[in-house]
């Protein structure tokens, strides 16, 4: 009798540890690869800059490639989404009072917002008026 009490309890503690948010992650979980950024008509294509999402907590990584040695640059912050606006501050590494990479069109310290134009489970578009122009941002799930 105890040996299936401590059973069942054990199940129960493993399956809802592995959830969050009651259970619902969201398409927005996990980690998005920034493959291209759109500044009005010009285009740069990327392969080194990522976006990860869980719960409320957004890390953005940028990979420095140098032959088989790799680097990458870890900024983390809060995120916040409502409907169709996704609005994050990045606020760590705090030690480092140096600027983001201006690759990444991010300040730290300031709310960076978007608008989610399109967000499903491989596909990830962002986009924002900034300083007078027209950004997006493609998504690649990783």
Known sequence: MIRRALIVLFVGIALSSCTQNDGYIGLLFGKWQ?????EDETMTQHDNLYYNFQTSVIMVQVVY???IENAAGLYYGNYERDGDELR????????DNSDIPSVLRLKKGEENMFHIEKLTSSKMILTRDKDGHFEKFVFRKF
């Open 88 to 95: 994050f501050k990045i606020v760590e590494p705090s030690s």
């Open 34 to 38: 920034l493959i291209e950024i759109w």
């Open 65 to 67: 490639r140098d032959g």
